[in-house]
């Protein structure tokens, strides 16, 4: 038997759920708006999505007054055999091209590069699309940052950098602003 799990709705536009619409914790939504709605336990209602041209589509809030970090994304991937080289995680920017095709653009991953406990090591990539193919462009790792071959450093005035400096005690200044 299939089950259907049915949230509460409304398709009247700027309808907006009161206390007595919803219970603390209880999500609806308003079709017409393309709006998520839940109601908090200090009883005020609260937009988790709004599709509304120009505004976030997804905000994650903190509302703790202490100096830990907040809001906390976690990307957890809870596998039965971690194994070197896993990606582990993956954020995508995706678009149309003007072919209506849908296309991921850019894309930030995370890989384990020793899954071996207490000497464990990761990294993150940037990705980009270039002349129709993604390519890794960035890659951080515990030793640095690395920048794949062919690739250089561009700063504001235009000039590049297409190889690392010989000597270790090289230091570059890059003035922001």
Same mark, same amino acid.
């Given at each position: 038997m299939t089950n259907i799990i049915k949230i509460k709705r409304s398709e009247t536009a700027d309808s907006i759920p009161t206390t007595s619409d919803i219970d603390v914790g209880e999500i609806c939504m308003n079709i017409a708006d393309q709006k998520l709605y839940t109601r908090k336990s200090d009883n005020t209602i609260v937009t988790v999505s709004d599709?509304?041209?120009g505004k976030t589509a997804l905000e994650l809030v903190s509302d703790d007054t202490s100096s830990t970090a907040g809001?906390?994304?976690?990307?957890?991937?809870?596998?039965?055999?971690?194994f070197d080289?896993? /990606? @582990?995680?993956?954020i995508k920017f995706q678009g149309e091209n003007d072919a209506s095709d849908k296309v991921v653009f850019a894309k930030i991953t995370s890989n384990i590069i020793d899954a071996s406990d207490t000497t464990e090591d990761g990294s993150i990539e940037f990705h980009v699309i270039e002349a129709g193919s993604s390519n890794t462009i960035?890659?951080?790792k515990g030793d640095g940052i690395h920048i794949t071959s062919g690739n250089?450093?561009?700063?504001?005035?235009g000039t590049t950098m297409s190889t690392a400096p010989v000597s270790n005690?090289?230091?570059? /200044? @890059?003035?922001l602003g």
């Open positions: 599709v509304v041209s809001p906390v994304l976690d990307l957890y991937r809870n596998s039965f055999s971690p080289s896993d /990606a @582990i995680g993956e960035i890659k951080i250089s450093i561009t700063f504001g005035d005690s090289v230091t570059m /200044a @890059i003035a």
